[in-house]
């Protein structure tokens, strides 16, 4: 099992790379997120003893399960998936450093409340549903500049970049599309230089279409099924989310 799964981030990273070098870019530009759905602690371990240490979840309760075996391996936690606004509470207590699923302006005030109350901050990437689709969380693009400027006002959330999830589609052009209004959206917003928020990152890309978010700028993609094997589900079901 060790093998296999440094074997594989082997292949993922050789992936990252060469998207890298055909568009021009510095493959220290793209950090590989290791997205633990559904994957053991144990799994997670072999990766993060290798030195990759950037994993997302996209449950609490998997956040909450994986807490204790993982909490002395050396490692930074994102959280991907849909949060409910009353599991704010449950999601500052296990040391995720970045949210990147911040979609509404209703969750980001529980966490500046709870925040607040904590005396914590955290990291935020704006998710904007770039697809269209009723089926994916997200702002919508229309509305995203809008909600980063509401949310900027809340100054316990630092506002990073933005997220997406893209369309799951075998046609090149269409997830291409969803890549190219994520970044259009970013540039927009770095454009009107809103104190206190940065545009430092562009989540997106998966297993699937990492070399296409690469060429659109990508800076973090989130690979799970690639390094630790296919789930009993496609990446539809997990992403299309009613809970966390």
Request: hydrophobic share 40%; charged share 30%; glycine share 6%.
């Amino acid at each position: 099992m060790e093998q296999d799964i440094l074997e594989q981030i082997a292949v993922v990273t050789d992936r990252i790379a060469a998207a890298c070098k055909k568009c021009g870019r510095n493959e220290k530009e793209v950090k590989l997120l290791l997205a633990t759905k559904t994957v053991s602690a144990e799994k997670i371990k072999i990766a993060l003893e290798a030195g990759y240490q950037l994993i997302g979840e996209n449950k609490i309760q998997e956040v909450k399960e994986k807490y204790e075996p993982l909490r002395h391996c050396s490692h930074t936690g994102h959280f991907i998936g849909h949060l409910q606004t009353n599991k704010v509470k449950e999601l500052l207590k296990y040391n995720i450093k970045c949210l990147e699923s911040l979609d509404r302006l209703e969750l980001a005030e529980k966490l500046q409340h709870r925040l607040e109350f904590e005396d914590k901050y955290l990291d935020v990437l704006i998710q904007v549903n770039t697809s269209g689709e009723q089926s994916k969380f997200g702002v919508s693009a229309d509305r995203a500049i809008e909600l980063v400027q509401q949310i900027a006002t809340l100054k316990r959330l630092r506002i990073k970049g933005l997220m997406t999830i893209g369309l799951f589609s075998a046609e090149e052009q269409k997830i291409r599309t969803c890549f190219q209004l994520l970044q259009s959206l970013s540039r927009q917003i770095a454009a009107l230089e809103i104190e206190d928020v940065q545009m430092q990152e562009l989540s997106m890309g998966m297993s699937n279409d990492l070399e296409i978010a690469i060429e659109q700028g990508a800076t973090i993609v989130r690979v799970g099924t690639a390094v630790f094997g296919k789930r009993i589900f496609p990446d539809s079901y997990y992403w299309n989310e009613s809970s966390d």
